[in-house]
């Protein structure tokens, strides 16, 4: 069984939608919860991070952290054709390795269609 | 502006070569990253190095290697190439250790095996 365990997808919704992406865990010790949105042919890049339970909103972006349930979701709201792409969750804490070493879930491609 | 550049950006080599993989940073960043990533894996850790003559293994390190010389350069040297190394390649830096640092993607290297 991975860590890091999240729904490859591919999801496809119309414009304007509410995407919910979500990742689960095994590991207790992740303190530091993150999404990174990777365009096709380049590299992830660092969306929001969490530390820890609690809720994080970012303009249309909102991140939750469940740590009792080892659950985090990440929330599109009205989306768009230019938030196409694969969306990777991350994890990592000071006793599961360290704090920069990240565990990445399979990642989630999403297509948003006008 | 700082980046972080790798090269070549694709590559094809056959079976039992020995390849290098470049990663230049200009961030002046002390953490420095190499993962591969493969569908349904996700971004998994090969090498990292928190500094200048530190480096240590990842998750799947077998057959790779990595040298740190200076802050600003990690090469991944694959000793002998076998297809199941064909993947795409993304190099990472950071900037400290201690706590959670923003890691921030090159654009990958896309390696053919054959």
């Known amino acids: 069984q991975k860590e890091v365990e999240q729904d490859p997808g591919p999801l496809s919704v119309p414009e304007g939608a509410i995407v919910s992406l979500n990742c689960t865990y095994s590991?207790?010790?992740?303190?530091?919860f993150m999404w990174y949105r990777q365009y096709s042919r380049k590299g992830p890049e660092l969306l929001m991070y969490?530390?820890?339970?609690g809720n994080k909103e970012d303009g249309r972006f909102t991140a939750q952290v469940d740590k009792s349930s080892k659950y985090i979701s990440l929330f599109i709201r009205d989306s768009q054709p230019s938030d196409s792409a694969t969306y990777l969750c991350?994890?990592?804490?000071?006793?599961?390795?360290?704090?920069?070493?990240?565990?990445f879930g399979a990642g989630t491609r999403l297509a948003v269609h006008p | 502006d700082a980046e972080i550049t790798q090269s070549p950006r694709h590559k094809i080599t056959e079976t039992g070569r020995q390849v290098t993989l470049a990663c230049h940073q200009t961030?002046?960043?002390?953490?420095m990253f190499w993962y591969r990533q493969d569908l349904g894996h996700g971004l998994r850790l090969i090498h990292y190095?928190?500094?200048?003559?530190?480096?240590n293994k990842g998750e799947v390190s077998d057959g790779y290697s990595v040298s740190r010389s200076n802050t600003e350069d990690l090469p991944l040297t694959l000793e002998s190439a076998a297809s199941s190394q064909t993947s795409v390649y993304f190099c990472?830096?950071?900037?400290?250790?201690?706590?959670?640092?923003?890691?921030?993607f090159g654009p990958g290297t896309r390696l053919t095996v054959l």
């Open positions: 590991n207790s010790a992740f303190q530091y």
């Open positions: 990472a830096s950071s900037e400290k250790q201690g706590s959670y640092n923003e890691q921030f």
């Open positions: 190095s928190y500094g200048v003559q530190d480096t």
């Open positions: 961030w002046n960043h002390n953490n």
């Open positions: 991350a994890m990592s804490g000071y006793l599961s390795g360290g704090y920069n070493k990240l565990i």
């Open positions: 969490t530390y820890s339970s």
